[in-house]
C-alpha cells in the first residue's frame, strides 16, 4: 500500500525517535572507549577488556530494546474473521504486608484480526490485549470491515463504508466528518481507502 506522504515522513520520524535514544548513546559509549578505554578498564589483559567493551556497548540496546521496540508494520485489508482468545494470567503481587505478596489470577481477553489484504495475502495481527473485567471493545472489528493501521500508532481503524460520515484518523483516532481531507486535531491526512489518490494529499 503507497502512503500519502506526510504519513510516511511520519513513519520515518517514528522509526527515528524510537531509535535515537540506542544510537545516541552507543556512539557515547563508543568514543568514551576509543578515547578513554585504558582509564575505564586498567586491565593488562586483553581478553577481559574487550568482553568489558562488549559489555558496556551491549548496554544501549538492553535498556532500549533496540531494535526489537522497531517491530510493527503498516498493514490494512479486509477483515475475514475475528478471533478473540481469553486466557488466565497469574501474576505475583508484592504487598505492603509482612505476609510478603500473593498470587493473583485473572483472565485477558485478546483480540485478533485476520484479514485479507488487497494483495489477497491473509494475514493475522493482534489489535487489543486487556482484563475481561475491564470496560473493552471486543464488538468494534466486525468480519467484512475495511481497517488500516500504520507504523508505530496504537490504533487499528476501521475505514468509512459508503454510508458513513464519519472517519477516524489513524494516527490520533480523532473523529472527523468524511469530506474533510485532513485530520482537525493533528494535521494529519485522512486515510479513506486502500488506494491512495494523490489529489487530496496534504503535502507538510
Ligand atoms: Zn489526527
Not at 458513513?164 to 480523532?174: N, Q, W
Request: hydrophobic share 40%; glycine share 6%; charged share 25%.
Amino acid at each position: 500500500m503507497k502512503l500519502p506522504k506526510d504519513l510516511e515522513k511520519r513513519v520515518r520520524q517514528t522509526i527515528w525517535q524510537k531509535s535515537k535514544t540506542c544510537v545516541l548513546w552507543f556512539t557515547g559509549l563508543l568514543l568514551l572507549i576509543i578515547f578513554f578505554g585504558d582509564v575505564v578498564f586498567p586491565t593488562k589483559y586483553v581478553g577481559m577488556k574487550i568482553v568489558g567493551y562488549i559489555l558496556v556497548l551491549a548496554l544501549p540496546f538492553i535498556f532500549t530494546k533496540f531494535p526489537f521496540n522497531l517491530i510493527d508494520e503498516t498493514y490494512c485489508g479486509t477483515i475475514e474473521h475475528v478471533e478473540i482468545k481469553t486466557s488466565t494470567v497469574n501474576e505475583f503481587l508484592a504487598t505492603r504486608f509482612r505476609e510478603g505478596g500473593a498470587t493473583y489470577a485473572y483472565k485477558i481477553n485478546t483480540l485478533y484480526l485476520h484479514i485479507i489484504t488487497p494483495e489477497g495475502e491473509c494475514i493475522r495481527r493482534k489489535v487489543f490485549s486487556g482484563q475481561t473485567d475491564q470496560g473493552q471493545f471486543l464488538d468494534t472489528y466486525h468480519a467484512g470491515d475495511k481497517v488500516f493501521h500504520l507504523y508505530g500508532t496504537k490504533t487499528v481503524v476501521l475505514l468509512p463504508t459508503e454510508a458513513d460520515e464519519h472517519v477516524a484518523c489513524a494516527v490520533c483516532g480523532s473523529v472527523n466528518e468524511k469530506e474533510n481531507d485532513v485530520c482537525r486535531e493533528c494535521g494529519c491526512t485522512l486515510v479513506k481507502d486502500f488506494i491512495w489518490s494523490e489529489e487530496n494529499e496534504n503535502n507538510v
